[in-house]
């Protein structure tokens, strides 16, 4: 070691590289200057002090006393100390145990004053203090102090009927300088019963960094971090609680910067005879001083050099000697710090020297090779690329500014041997490799477009060509991933090169790309697939239930590559809940426009028919009732053609939707919530009537029962009519039969083989059907036939081969 300053401690290691400085008393600032028989480089000066956190004074605990509801403060004389020390509130208890506190009521201020919004009689410190802590960011180490009990004054009124409206308790200065790229920290901390909220905004502005703002203390402190000048402004807090008015407070925050580099300036390597520049800008706020250090001094002080021309942000030497060699350094400097950047020029005088001389290169037609030629010299070398003894300028020959050689869209003729000369007024150098140029690959069957249904197999088809002398590889390639065929059993790379995808999904769909390579180069071919699928479920957003009407909802959720072209709006009853029926078959997609999404995402497809509204209205109990489907959109409305079905009063309907596309129709949505319809007459009546007796003394009248759909009400039956029809004013006879699953009735008694009248009304707790029974004629049953004793036959005379003979038949009953 080689003592430099003994007074202080500093000592330089023999390697010359290092220096360790050892403080022990005195607080200075230092800086490190490296000097030899060309120059002095200087380093950033450093400022070393020695951290500090003494103790608090001693004194007994304090009692501060406080009105339950009201604040309060308890303030801290933190102990001095480098840096300043940070101060926190803790409770000790008796004992000697610490914990933190943790409080929306309780905030800690950036001078050490805990404030209390309003107190409780829970903050009373019966068995514990509060208790002041400053610790030292390099120190490991705190220190307690200024110890406080709180006597809290109950005033008899609950939580809830305490009311303050909020006062200020402490605030940050009503002018704020923060330094860019720091954390700025605004505090606003209101008293208030209850708690009072806050709210942070920025005054006439749009601009608001979310992305870097974050609220602590329970939003009573707005943090931003990393500020940047467009962060200057007036910003405000407000306070509101429910009592009184809210209170407000601005503060305007001004941004400013120590100095930083816009352009710095850099080592210069030159020969003699040449120019030497540095450039220097720096910016700051406000704006910093710049000026320019040689050698470790001021560069008004050095030396006068009438080659040198010095401005605020540049330095040119022209003419170059050995002597210019030397240090510079750049210093910006404003109130709030400096920045310091130090570099040299050094003169040299070299011959040239090729550091990485051109190789033997091999390539393919039609592409860009890049020949080496690196070299060193001062002045700086000039290169001269030769071959077949003549020099390589233009066209498709270019010489880059290191020295190497360009040669764009090689051909065949470009093979052979190439020479780089290195040359300056010191000497000159040269060196040589060589270009062999083979034939590129082609790819003959480049795979197509595909289009497949889900579940079916696709094949993409790719070959190629390449040189003799080259090895060729096929790969295959979905969306710039290699495909591993052994993860991925459905993909076959067959012996031809095609790939096959059997059972083919929606997920399937992508960018298809065939890699064909050798050592010496690669193309490619991609081509897309498209796997269709029914599309997803439709979701139902809604079903509004009205007295007679009911309003259907939905969206789609995704084609899955084909374009929705009907929905299919279904609907089942309470009566029937296993059976749906269809109300629609092809209500049109309010869209067929088809957009491909991104094949990664959820859910698939575009959807093609935009959000829908069908609406199914009950019309009047007098006619059957109709459904009206009205496809919608926000900004059209189309009416879809009208299909009839039979709706019916007193039922349960649930919805749904099917969406359809070429490939088949979806999976149902998820049904709707129930709709209720009011109980109503029946709105026809039983079909398929007649009457004929099973035997000669009765009238069997039958009828085709009527489904639980078009009861329309409670207390569902049936009401038989019958009178003889040839008897003249004959009264109705009536009978009813209240089992709705019953097919008949039996009359007995009755006359062999006489007509009657008849009809069969359904009836429900409203009263009769709301259309007229028909009447249709029967006949009671007719007596048994026996076997004639008697039958003659008139022959009579043989007629012609085409025309039957008469026969006449004669019988007796007995």
């Known amino acids: 070691m080689i003592p430099m300053f003994p007074e202080q401690g500093l000592t330089i290691q023999p390697d010359m590289d290092n220096a360790t400085q050892h403080i022990k008393i005195q607080n200075s600032q230092y800086q490190c200057f490296a000097t030899n028989e060309l120059g002095t480089a200087t380093s950033n000066s450093v400022f070393v002090r020695k951290s500090e956190l003494n103790s608090f004074k001693n004194q007994d605990p304090q009692t501060i006393e406080v009105m339950e509801g009201e604040p309060v403060q308890l303030a801290c004389q933190p102990p001095d100390g480098y840096p300043k020390p940070s101060v926190y509130w803790m409770i000790q208890e008796d004992q000697g145990a610490l914990r933190s506190i943790n409080s929306s009521r309780m905030t800690v201020d950036p001078e050490g004053t805990l404030w209390f919004s309003n107190v409780t009689r829970f903050d009373e410190s019966n068995d514990f203090t509060y208790a002041c802590s400053a610790t030292s960011a390099f120190r490991n180490e705190y220190k307690l102090g200024n110890r406080m009990y709180l006597r809290v004054s109950p005033t008899g009124n609950s939580a809830v009927q305490t009311k303050n409206e909020p006062k200020e308790q402490f605030k940050s200065r009503k002018n704020t300088v923060i330094l860019k790229g720091r954390t700025l920290r605004l505090w606003c901390i209101f008293s208030g019963t209850p708690l009072p909220e806050m709210r942070w905004s920025k005054s006439n502005s749009s601009h608001f960094p979310h992305e870097r703002v974050d609220y602590e203390n329970y939003g009573k402190t707005l943090v931003i971090r990393y500020v940047d000048f467009e962060d200057e402004g007036t910003y405000e807090c407000e306070a509101s609680n429910g009592v009184g008015v809210a209170k407000s407070y601005s503060m305007n925050v001004e941004v400013q910067a120590i100095p930083y580099f816009i352009k710095e300036p850099e080592v210069a390597h030159k020969a003699e005879g040449e120019t030497a520049e540095f450039h220097c800008k720096a910016s700051g706020k406000p704006p910093p001083k710049q000026y320019w250090i040689y050698n470790g001094m001021p560069i008004t002080e050095a030396p006068v050099n009438h080659r040198r021309v010095v401005e605020p942000e540049k330095i040119i030497i022209y003419n170059l000697t050995k002597g210019d060699t030397g240090n510079y350094g750049c210093n910006a400097t404003n109130g709030h710090g400096y920045v310091y950047k130090d570099v040299y020029v050094n003169v040299l005088a070299l011959p040239p020297e090729i550091r990485r001389p051109p190789t033997n290169v091999m390539t393919v037609d039609g592409k860009q090779v890049n020949m080496t030629c690196r070299m060193f010299g001062a002045p700086t070398p000039r290169i001269t690329w030769i071959r077949d003894s003549e020099e390589l300028t233009g066209g498709r020959f270019q010489i880059t500014s290191e020295g190497d050689l360009v040669i764009n869209e090689v051909l065949f003729t470009d093979a052979g041997k190439y020479t780089c000369l290195a040359e300056n007024k010191f000497g000159k150098q040269e060196a040589h490799g060589s270009l062999v140029v083979k034939e590129r690959t082609k790819i003959t069957d480049a795979p197509q477009d595909y289009e497949v249904a889900a579940g079916e197999t696709a094949t993409f088809r790719c070959n190629a060509v390449t040189d003799n002398d080259l090895e060729l590889s096929i790969e295959w390639q979905t969306d710039g991933e290699n495909i591993d065929f052994e993860q991925e ?42 796997v269709q699928d029914v599309p997803n479920p439709p979701q139902l957003l809604k079903v509004t239930c009205n007295v007679r009407d009911a309003s259907v909802e939905w969206q789609p959720m995704g084609d899955n590559r084909a374009p929705i072209l009907v929905y299919i709006i279904q609907f089942n009853t309470s009566f029937t809940p296993d059976t749906w029926e269809s109300a629609y078959n092809d209500v049109p997609a309010t869209s067929t426009e088809f957009t491909r999404s991104d094949v990664n995402r959820e859910p698939r497809g575009s959807p093609c028919g935009r959000q829908g509204t069908v609406n199914f209205e009950f019309k009047s109990p007098s006619v059957h009732s109709v459904v009206h489907g009205h496809p919608t959109t926000k900004s059209e409305f189309r009416q879809a053609e009208i299909r009839q079905i039979n709706l019916s009063p007193w039922a349960n309907y649930t919805f749904r939707v099917v969406a359809r596309n070429k490939i088949g129709p979806s999976q149902p949505s998820e049904h709707s919530e129930m709709c209720t319809t009011l109980h109503d007459v029946p709105h026809k009546n039983p079909d398929g009537v007649e009457g004929k007796g099973s035997d000669p003394t009765n009238l069997v009248i039958k009828w085709s029962p009527m489904p639980e759909i078009e009861h329309n009400g409670p207390g569902f039956k049936y ?31 009755q006359p062999t083989f006489k007509p009657y009248r008849i009809k069969v009304e359904a009836h429900n707790d409203r009263g009769e059907a709301n259309v007229a029974a028909p009447e249709i004629q029967g006949w009671s049953g007719e007596a048994d036939s026996r076997r004639s004793t008697h039958i003659a036959v008139n022959k009579g005379s043989l007629a012609s081969p085409s025309t039957p003979p008469p026969v006449v038949l004669l019988w007796s009953s007995e």
């Open 719 to 749: 009401r038989v009519y019958w009178k003889p029809d040839d008897v003249e004013n004959a009264r109705w006879q009536t009978e009813d039969v209240i089992d709705w699953e019953q097919d008949h009735f039996v009359v007995p008694n």
């Open 489 to 530: 059993p459905r993909f076959v790379q067959q012996s031809d090169f095609s790939l096959s995808i059997t059972k083919t999904t929606e997920l399937d769909s992508g960018k298809y790309t065939c890699l064909a390579s050798t050592a010496l180069d690669q193309v490619e071919s991609t081509a897309s697939l498209i």
